[in-house]
């Protein structure tokens, strides 16, 4: 489902994935990093597919969109995965982007070294853009779980909810 190639230590593999801009989080990630997010998120196959993953091939383990469908602890801990990874990134670039700024505005003559300095720099742009976006993707989590649980505490004439029939209340006794 995924392409890995070994890693540097035993054990270790790597998913290579595509990133791009976007304002969503699931256009912006390649649906390889999100199913990998999920693998490792999840500690059963009911978690990570639903109830019916025994019916499922290849191709539609794959067609999951994003992180849905995830109960939300999975999802949440999905998104910490793909920080974890995008920091992990960043983490390998020898310099921050503040000093390519300053490489980049003292290099007047050599070209080539002025459009790697750029690469660079873009792509840790990039990378920030993303976490940015994982960020707003955990904050929503939080606040969603917040306002299930203050919806929970609610009256059901106020919810609109129904709530379910106390033992013993159909005249059973």
Not at 22 to 42: H, I, P, T
Not at 93 to 110: M, N, R, V, W, Y
């Amino acid at each position: 489902v995924v392409d890995l190639d070994p890693g540097t230590r035993p054990g270790n593999w790597i998913a290579s994935a595509h990133v791009r801009r976007s304002r969503k989080l699931s256009e912006a990630l390649d649906a390889s990093l999100l199913f990998c997010a999920r693998v490792l998120s999840c500690e059963t196959r009911e978690e990570l597919f639903g109830a019916e993953w025994q019916q499922l091939g290849k191709q539609d383990a794959m067609s999951f969109k994003g992180l849905e469908g995830l109960p939300p602890a999975r999802r949440r801990a999905a998104i910490s995965v793909l920080q974890a990874a995008v920091q992990a990134t960043l983490a390998t670039f020898e310099t921050s982007p503040e000093k390519d700024e300053k490489l980049l505005a003292g290099i007047q003559t050599d070209a080539n070294r002025r459009v790697a300095v750029a690469y660079r720099l873009e792509k840790k742009r990039l990378l920030a853009d993303i976490f940015a976006l994982l960020e707003r993707a955990d904050d929503r989590e939080v606040e969603l779980r917040v306002k299930k649980n203050a919806e929970a505490d609610l009256p059901s004439a106020v919810s609109g909810r129904k709530r379910p029939a106390a033992a013993g209340s159909r005249g059973f006794k």
